[in-house]
């Protein structure tokens, strides 16, 4: 549905400020999903501008990029920096491919962008951040936090670096890529840490699926990183360990274990979705999701 002639348009009606600093214990997981992120940006503003900051948060790929705009508290940065810059040419394309290698820049996407709020890196400090991110020479999941020795915008930048399309990033000397190639939902790392109020933002519906596709991803992948032969695996077979997480999911919402935020319809873009106004949609459902949810979801939070 198209709103707006005009890019300007959206962005004026844009929720914007800075959240409450009074936060509620628990921890809110943030699926990635490229663009469709842009659900979570909304449900996010939505929930810190009805006073719903939790203590800790834990993103992967896009909930990554996500999760370190919540924990700081600026409300509407995110979809500012996804809407007003989806088309630069330094943040996506081949400007982005010249400077970085990689056909999305992050260190772009994590710098000081004209028109958008510095990044409040001071308030980040006040909760525990975690972000996901899959070491190349293991295949497995690694969890950083802020406030430790990780410099918490590389984690995010590891976090979200998509396999073929972005280079690994270093970490104290070992290499890592997207978070999602091991753990694309992370809401077991929260109930092993012992959290009792789990809240899950989703970017697919609940009824979606992927297909069985892993000897076609397996022929590609293997080749690909054939000197990272866990990593190939394990990637090959993310589809079928997200169809696994998903229906576990279901069950752990019915035994009241978590509570799950998912898009009230299918979102249908593409990954590298260029259309502003699909781009805008899929936030304004997000913003409109979480609104709506909210009496269900403060009545979780209060049990």
Known sequence: ?????????????????????????????????????????????????????????????????????????????????????????????????????????????????????????????????????????????????????????????????????????????????????ADRIPFKWAMNEGYKKIIVVRTRDDNYRYKDNFSRRYLISKRFFSNYPEFAKNLAKTDLDYNLLCDELLEYQKEDKLFIISPSKPIEIGMLEKDIDNLANVYFLGFYDGIMILPKLIDYLKK
């Open 1 to 181: 549905m198209k709103l707006f002639d005009d890019l300007s348009e959206y962005l004026k009606i844009l929720p914007k400020g800075n959240a409450s600093r009074e936060y509620t214990e628990g921890a809110i997981v943030l699926e990635g999903g490229s663009f469709r992120g842009l659900y979570t940006s909304g449900v996010l503003d939505a929930l810190m501008l009805h006073g719903i900051n939790i203590k800790t948060v834990i993103g992967v790929s896009a909930g990554a990029l996500n999760g370190i705009n919540y924990a700081s508290g600026q409300i509407g940065r995110s979809a500012i920096i996804n809407l007003g810059h989806r088309h630069d040419p330094e943040y996506m394309g081949l400007d982005a491919l010249r400077q970085t290698k990689g056909l999305i820049s992050l260190d772009y996407l994590l710098g000081d962008l004209e028109g958008v709020e510095k990044l409040n890196e001071e308030r980040i400090k006040d909760r525990r951040l975690v972000m996901v991110a899959t070491s190349l020479d293991s295949g497995d999941a690694e969890y950083f936090e802020n406030n430790s020795d990780i410099d918490i915008k590389s984690a995010t930048k590891a976090s979200a670096s998509l396999p073929y399309l972005n280079r690994p990033v270093e970490i104290n000397g070992k290499k890592y890529l997207d978070g999602g190639c």
